[in-house]
């Protein structure tokens, strides 16, 4: 029953922000790593932003500068502002995590269902 949800997908004009967030629940022990795929049509998905327990991250290249993750292990949730927007970042964006539930000895890797982004020129 666990799950990830996200959340604060839009429309957006070109160099607009957007601020998602992705809210883990369920029979939760442990989340270790997070992080923030997109796939756009006809694209293989790919990894934008990831963030472990710890709080080490990593970006695409594509998106230095302009996004930043972070997490709140408190309430489980991550969330990934977005400044800066272009019609490249467009593509349904999902959130992903490692986590070790309550009834597991072992750590499993999750998707959400995704979130879209739009930006317009």
């Known amino acids: 029953q666990v799950q990830l949800v996200e959340s604060g997908g839009g429309l957006v004009q070109a160099g607009g922000s957007l601020r998602l967030s992705c809210a883990a629940s369920?029979?939760?022990?442990?989340?270790?790593?997070m992080g923030w795929y997109r796939q756009a049509p006809g694209k293989q998905r790919e990894l934008v932003a990831r963030i472990t327990s710890g709080g080490s991250t990593n970006y695409a290249d594509s998106v230095k500068g302009r996004f930043t993750i972070s997490r709140d292990n408190a309430k489980k949730t991550v969330d990934l502002q977005m400044n800066s927007l272009k019609p490249e970042d467009t593509a349904v964006y999902f959130c992903n995590a490692d986590m070790i539930l309550v009834t597991t000895f072992r750590t499993d890797n999750y998707w959400g269902q995704g979130t879209q982004v739009t930006v317009s020129s």
């Open positions: 369920g029979s939760i022990f442990k989340i270790n790593a």
